[in-house]
């Protein structure tokens, strides 16, 4: 599975990404957001977390409107996967891809902490190799996290069963102590209507190792590699 | 020719920045603020000394990046 992960100026966890890609068995290469191509062949589009252009103007905003993102929609609009995280998420909002915003926390603070999350479904390619409801041990850090849509678009994603990861606790349920930025519906990522865009605040590329404190992220890659059948 | 885009949040979105501006207003004494919403403004210099041209270049910026019209609104002054 060949996995290109694009680096704007101002990305940072683009390294990590790329590892946790490697480590799930993906052929995976960094691509310049200047790029007008996506290499041949590629299965997978990441934009990875950071500050992308520092946060101007607004959270991925100028990101989403690089000359690699028009290679990016055509992907994605030809059903060809794409994972945001973090700041990619922002971007994915910006560009477009994936209805609502990323506001402020609510409480205005940057968090950074360890964060459970419920799996709300288990047939897509990114999450298949989850349980329905099980609770993951990934973290967050963030400061523009806080999913905001209109209340149309919140009840189409609700309706159609487009959100993909809550903030939970330990034991996968809902609570507010839970959804420290203020996350409408508790919503920590979400599908487009075909299921091929995701877009996520936390970081599963941080958790796949025991050196660093757990694997639970490992999940999410190795979904994605098992998605497509073996190179010969 | 020169403009000024405001950008404001929509009724409605909820403004946690506004919202602490609002309490160190008040925290420092400051009466009779009901209310604050942050916004953005941006002072634009443009190269035609067409107006319509102008409100076209300038309805088009906002639309494409200096406004997320899910959330903001944008209002264009061409001096």
């Known amino acids: 599975m060949k996995s290109a992960v694009i680096v704007f100026p101002g990305s940072n966890r683009e390294g990590d990404m790329v590892r946790a890609l ?35 103007l607004r959270c991925g905003a100028i990101a989403g ?22 700041n990619g998420f922002q971007i994915l909002c910006e ?35 989850y349980t329905k409801g099980q609770a993951i041990d990934v973290c967050v850090a963030h400061g523009e996290g806080n999913y905001t849509a ?5 009840k189409r994603l609700e309706g159609e069963g487009l959100v993909a ?24 990522g979400i599908y487009s209507d075909k299921l091929n865009v995701l877009g996520m605040m936390p970081h599963p590329e941080n958790l796949i190792e025991d050196l660093v ?3 639970d992220g490992r999940g999410l890659f190795e979904s994605l590699v098992s998605s497509f059948p073996k190179a010969a | 020719m020169k403009a000024r885009v405001t950008v ?34 941006f002072d634009i210099e443009l190269g035609t000394t067409d107006k ?18 899910v959330i903001e609104n944008y209002r264009v002054e061409i001096a």
């Open chain 1, 95 to 129: 560009a477009g891809l994936l209805p609502g915003i990323l506001m402020r926390n609510a409480n205005l603070k940057f968090i950074c902490h360890r964060q459970y999350l419920r799996v709300e479904r288990t047939d897509t390619a990114f999450t298949r190799n």
């Open chain 1, 22 to 56: 490697t480590l799930a068995g993906s052929d995976a290469q960094k691509v310049w957001h200047a790029e007008t191509e996506l290499p041949k062949g590629t299965d997978l589009v990441v934009l990875p977390g950071g500050f992308s252009y520092g946060d101007y």
């Open chain 1, 165 to 188: 990861f809550r903030y939970a606790d330990a034991q996968g349920h809902i609570t507010q102590d839970a959804n420290r930025n203020g996350s409408m519906n508790s919503i920590a």
């Open chain 2, 52 to 69: 319509a041209q102008a409100e076209a270049q300038l309805k088009a910026a906002c639309e494409k990046l200096l406004a997320n019209t």
């Open chain 1, 213 to 215: 404190g757990g694997t």
């Open chain 1, 65 to 86: 409107r690089a000359t690699v993102m028009d290679a990016v929609r055509a992907h994605a609009a030809c059903g060809g996967l794409v994972l945001g995280v973090c």
């Open chain 1, 150 to 154: 209109d209340e149309e678009t919140l």
């Open chain 2, 8 to 41: 404001t949040l929509k009724n409605g979105v909820l403004d946690p920045q506004g919202k602490a501006i609002e309490g160190a207003l008040k925290s420092l004494g400051v009466e009779g603020i009901d209310g604050v919403r942050q916004g953005k403004v």
